[in-house]
């Protein structure tokens, strides 16, 4: 396989174009991208530069691709690296700095000449920045271990971005004008795929055997976003917050010692799981309430797109053991019932579903009655086994034949939680097999071990957690330490607090970020079209309660260091400023829909107001109702975010009818 560049020079000649010169191997060809043109040029070997241009001053350490917003088109570079581990003779990165290079060279990334550039650059920096992306320069971090085996021999000549898995190649996007080139071959070497995921190894020694336990997790770039912007399924059968997690355990059979460093593997083992959205459409509609309002839609076309879905993960992964750990009773069960409707309709001999009400089995903290789920997902865990390659004879001992789809709401807590379960009890059975351990013995018997696993798993909770809903995963006690702490229920509480603020009020831009650098929007080239991307188009009324808000709760502040002349003249002033304050919260939770950070790229607009067949918990946050209202313009049917923001672009409108469609197409 075709390794990338992994340390480039930037010369920038003046207005005219930016060239990247290898350090390593010296004389090997340059490629220079002209401002004017936006033109790709691959030079001959050993090309010197032009004595006109400066060197740029920092290293680049790959590039990431390119994007056009309103008046420029940009390269955005690798400025840093933070190396995380050694993988079977091959270096792990975590990107850790970029830099946007305008092509335009009458436009400044610091100093944008119009606020709408400006607004797009940041969403861009700040996704780049918020996510955590990992690559290599020399093995495909895109695709399973298995996977990377099955297809060996197809492989060799080919390029890093050829071969690696469309749906985690993340910045595909951007590399498109790379890669959509004649000369798309060559420019190879430049071509960096990296992945939106966690990574994480651990080294421990086991009766002499040196082990070493990897974590990896691949976020799809398809319907990515946020916990409340991005939910169910789309038409094309691609799923929220779709994740692969691969455990990997390399073992070797007799360490030489533990300062020695060759690796010489006797067996390489995987175990492969995925999560993703209940695959139907259905969504959460924030209204500045704890729990937003549930959405349900019951399409003609849900059976064909669940089939659809579960068509292409038997293709890629194999049978599989639909796990659904959504609550039965309450807020959730609308969801779970949508899913079984459609799943009994779906006939897959490869496909089985098994239903775990979690948080009755678990309740009063009896977290070890996550056992039940295994004793019945056993036989299936048996029969789909996992992926050994016996190394010295260079022969699969055994493939995985399948997979355990695990989900819950939000396919984070309670899905971390049965996944390690699950990835521990394979662990077992792999480290009896390789014979690290006997058949009487347990992962609980060796302490370094299991305390390796359990912080690698709470991490990568934590960090799939914090991509999708904006805060750490909860429960992760249970996952550190094997048992449910008060300590950790309070943490879990400040979390959920955490998710709410951010959920509600912050959510919108990072959402506009994921649609913009996956190329789910793309901006047309006029800044003006597009001012109502940082306009503020809601009625004077609803501007403007927020600051009657915080003018109240200043004056009442104020009140307390007020000299008391007469007590009933306080109790009137604090009667007359928390009424105020009152009525101002009730009039901004009538209206919450007005006050949630929405996406303004593509708008879930045709969600908010479905009103076909399905179910609806309620319709909170739309205004107040009656003449009275509707004579004072309280309804919420004016101007605001509830008629419909609409935005010039070619976007992939994100409504019921036609989820995911539109001019620009993720390929």
């Avoid at 994740?243 to 533990?258: C, D, P, S």
């Avoid at 010489?264 to 999560?275: A, E, G, P, V, Y």
């Avoid at 004077?540 to 927020?546: A, F, G, K, M, Q």
């Avoid at 309804?635 to 409108?653: C, D, I, T, V, Y």
Wanted: proline letters at 4%; charged letters at 20%.
């Amino acid at each position: 396989m075709k390794p990338v560049y992994q340390r480039l020079n930037l010369f920038i000649d003046g207005q005219d174009a930016y060239t990247f010169v290898p350090v390593e191997p010296i004389g090997a060809q340059s490629l220079t991208i002209h401002r004017a043109t936006g033109d790709i040029v691959l030079n001959a070997p050993n090309t010197p530069v032009h004595s006109t241009a400066s060197r740029y001053g920092k290293t680049i350490y790959g590039i990431l691709g390119m994007i056009s917003l309103a008046l420029s088109e940009y390269v955005i570079v690798m400025t840093g690296r933070e190396h995380r581990a050694r993988l079977m003779s091959h270096d792990i990165y975590r990107a850790a700095d970029f830099d946007i290079l305008p092509l335009n060279p009458n436009v400044s990334v610091q100093n944008p000449p119009h606020p709408v550039e400006g607004h797009l650059l940041a969403l861009v920096r700040s996704h780049l920045l918020g996510g955590h992306f990992l690559f290599s320069y020399g093995w495909d971090l895109s695709r399973r271990l298995q996977a990377q085996w099955q297809d060996r021999d197809n492989e060799k000549r080919k390029a890093l971005w050829e071969v690696a898995d469309d749906r985690f190649f993340w910045n595909k996007f951007l590399q498109s004008r790379l890669t959509d080139t004649d000369i798309a071959h060559d420019l190879s070497p430049y071509i960096l795929p990296i992945i939106y995921g966690t990574f994480d190894m651990r080294t421990v020694y086991i009766h002499g055997h040196r082990i070493q336990l990897c974590l990896i997790s691949r976020r799809s770039r398809y319907r990515a976003g946020t916990r409340y912007f991005r939910r169910g399924i789309d038409h094309e059968g691609h799923v929220a917050n779709f994740n692969e997690t691969e455990q990997i355990l390399l073992v070797v059979e007799k360490a030489a010692g533990r300062l020695s460093f060759v690796e010489n593997l006797t067996h390489k083992l995987s175990f492969t799981q995925i999560r993703g959205s209940v695959p139907v459409f259905w969504a959460e509609v924030n209204t500045l309430r704890y729990k937003p309002d549930l959405q349900v839609m019951d399409l003609q076309e849900t059976v064909d797109t669940i089939k659809l879905h579960l068509r292409d993960q038997v293709s890629q992964y194999g049978s599989q053991s639909l796990i659904n750990l959504v609550n039965q009773k309450g807020y959730e069960q609308p969801v779970k019932e949508a899913y079984e409707r459609a799943i009994s309709k779906v006939e897959f001999p490869d496909v089985k579903y098994q239903y775990f009400d979690f948080h009755n089995e678990c309740k009063h903290m009896r977290w070890d009655r996550i056992s039940v789920l295994i004793e019945k997902m056993q036989e299936d865990l048996v029969q789909q086994g996992y992926f050994h390659l016996d190394t010295a004879q260079d022969k699969a001992v055994r493939v995985q034949t399948g997979v355990m789809r695990t989900n819950c709401m939000d396919n984070l807590d309670r899905t971390n939680v049965v996944q390690a379960a699950l990835a521990k009890w394979t662990l077992n059975q792999q480290l009896k097999a390789t014979g690290v351990m006997s058949d009487n013995e347990e992962l609980d018997d060796f302490e370094t071990l299991t305390r390796g696993f359990r912080e690698m798993w709470a991490d990568h909770a934590d960090l799939i957690s914090k991509a999708y809903a904006g805060s750490g995963a909860l429960k992760t006690d249970f996952t550190r330490t094997n048992k449910r702490t008060k300590i950790g229920a309070l943490q879990d509480g400040y979390k959920s607090v955490m998710r709410y603020i951010k959920n509600n009020h912050f959510d919108g831009a990072r959402q506009d970020g994921f649609d913009l650098v996956t190329g789910a929007w793309t901006p047309q080239k006029n800044p003006v079209t597009a001012s109502s991307l940082i306009a503020d188009t809601r009625p004077l009324t609803i501007r403007s309660v927020p600051y009657i808000l915080s003018f109240a709760l200043f004056m009442i502040c104020a009140g307390l260091t007020l000299p008391r002349t007469s007590d009933y003249s306080l109790l009137y002033y604090f009667m007359l400023w928390f009424v105020i304050a009152s009525l101002a919260i009730i009039f901004m939770m009538g209206h919450g829909i007005e006050y949630v950070s929405w996406p303004r790229l593509v708008p879930p607009t045709d969600i908010i107001h479905y009103n076909g067949p399905g179910f609806r918990s309620a319709h909170n946050g739309k205004g107040f109702t009656g003449p009275l209202a509707q004579k004072l313009d309280l309804s919420g049917q004016s101007n605001g975010f509830a008629a419909g923001l609409l935005l010039n672009g070619r976007k992939r409108a994100l409504t019921v009818s036609g989820m995911e469609e539109g001019k620009k197409r993720v390929d």
